[in-house]
């Protein structure tokens, strides 16, 4: 059974840094993708970042694009998304989600967004707050 547990969310005033951390087990192949998402109150959920463990170039919104960071930790399964120069737009309920197939970051390169039809498996969610 696939698990998916975020964590690091919190309160920030607008130009702070939070790290989330993702954290996933159960899954019998080496190869996946991490996938960043956040959904503001009214909005739809947006894909913000997307990194796989075969080392593909990580995608980015152009939203957060020169603010956010993603990357991984093989030893432990555990994809963080730094996210650096925030601002209240900023503000979300922030999920991951893990698919098998890291093929996903890939079409969000092509495609210029994420689709979160392409995930499967999905944390709880953690809350970002940014203030002005």
């Known amino acids: 059974q696939v698990r998916v547990v975020e964590s690091g969310g919190g309160s920030v005033q607008a130009g702070g840094s939070l790290r989330l951390s993702c954290v996933t087990s159960g899954f019998g192949s080496d190869y996946y993708a991490f996938g960043w998402f956040r959904q503001a109150p009214g909005k739809e959920r947006e894909g913000v970042s997307c990194?796989?463990?075969?080392?593909?170039?990580?995608y980015y919104a152009d939203s957060v694009k020169d603010r956010f960071t993603a990357s991984r930790d093989p030893a432990t399964n555990t994809a963080y998304l730094q996210m650096n120069a925030l601002k209240p737009e900023d503000t979300a309920v922030y999920y991951c989600?893990?698919?098998?197939?890291?093929?996903?970051?890939?079409?969000?390169?092509?495609?210029?967004?994420?689709?979160?039809?392409?995930?499967?498996?999905w944390g709880q969610g953690t809350q970002v707050t940014v203030s002005s």
């Open positions: 990194i796989t463990t075969n080392n593909w170039q990580p």
């Open positions: 989600a893990v698919e098998e197939s890291p093929y996903v970051c890939r079409a969000a390169q092509g495609q210029g967004h994420m689709d979160r039809s392409n995930f499967d498996h």
